[in-house]
């Protein structure tokens, strides 16, 4: 059996008999981090299957992790970089598989999550994000004080929730649909892996998350809200805007998270890793500065640097 090193520490690929098969070490279900975990995957993946989905199958679980088949193709992140336009056919395809999700039946999941509709999931999403930032901003505060960020941020975000239309039905949501969670075999046929994140939720959020992550082009984000509003069944209106009010949540939420990943960086003196965390902050800190309910000021390069090396050369907690 020969094991192969990837680049997350959750899992392992390991080929047995020319066979590959990937091993999964799923983080703990219902404790607050960052991005919470509120149903265990395996769940989420037999039901998928059940409603001829195709995702990883599971092969073997056990108590600490579990073995999956492995999906042979390309990452999306190894086909296209961020910025850069993407094939329409695989844009129509992820949109399909989005609205595909929404038809299923769900029942069998309900006991894990701890929201009845749309509006609590969303408040669900802010209590969580408060928990983080207050762990965060009891350390960093001096940091979070320079950027402008106080925890006035979490009841900006708490105030939306009365926005969040309640008339949309929960559906299954994947939860972290980024380039490299998704696969594009050589049949065409594009995969998503990694449903640790998945769960009852929702349709919205997933969206949103998805669109924040996915780094499309103008262009292709404009074609992919077009393919929505044709492949979507209900109300398209009331998801446009409440994707709007998710895209707001998940850039304030990421701003936050990322102060503390900055700072871990600076701290460690990695130089190269230092500056690209710097400008990935950047463009999500400034993006939220155009958001005047926030009250944050345009900061470049330079500022941004010397706050956090103000910090770091003050702070006598390190």
């Known amino acids: ?41 395996y769940e989420i993946i037999g039901l998928l299957i059940k409603n001829n989905i195709k995702v990883p199958k599971i092969i073997e679980l056990k108590p600490n992790y579990l073995v999956q088949e492995y999906i042979y193709g390309e990452l999306l992140s190894d086909l296209f970089e961020d910025h850069h336009k993407i094939d329409k056919m695989i844009i129509i395809k992820i949109v399909k598989q989005i609205c595909l999700l929404t038809s299923i039946n769900y029942k069998s999941l309900l006991n894990y999550i701890n929201w009845t509709d749309n509006r609590s999931f969303y408040i669900f999403q802010c209590q969580n994000t408060e928990i ?48 490299k969670n998704i696969i594009l075999q ?16 929702d349709l919205a959020y997933d969206i949103a998350f998805h669109l924040h992550q996915m780094a499309y082009t103008d262009e292709d984000e404009d074609y992919f809200m077009n393919q929505l509003k044709k492949q979507y069944t209900g109300d398209f209106e009331s998801l446009y805007r409440d994707i709007k009010l998710y895209r707001i949540f998940i850039l304030a939420r990421s701003c936050i998270y990322h102060v503390y990943w ?12 230092k500056k690209k965390q710097l400008g990935h902050f950047m463009r999500r800190y400034n993006k939220l500065s155009k958001i005047s309910e926030f009250n944050l000021s345009y900061k470049n390069e330079e500022d941004l640097d010397q706050i956090f090396e103000n910090f770091k050369k003050n702070d006598t907690s390190k």
């Open 1 to 41: 059996m020969e094991l192969l090193e990837t680049s997350s520490n959750q899992c392992k690929i390991f080929i047995h008999e020319n066979e590959r098969y990937v091993i999964r070490y799923p983080r703990s279900i219902g404790i607050s981090r960052e991005y919470y975990r509120s149903t265990p995957e």
């Open 132 to 179: 983080i930032f207050q762990k965060y901003y009891q350390n960093l505060k001096g940091l979070y004080n320079a950027l402008g960020i106080s925890p006035r941020i979490i009841s900006t975000l708490f105030s939306y929730a009365s926005r969040i239309e309640n008339k949309r039905s929960l559906s299954i949501i994947h939860g972290d649909r980024h380039k």
């Open 186 to 201: 050589s049949n065409g046929e594009l995969i998503f892996i990694d449903w640790e994140l998945g769960c009852v939720g």
């Open 262 to 273: 900055t700072d871990l960086l600076y701290q460690e003196q990695k130089e190269v890793a």
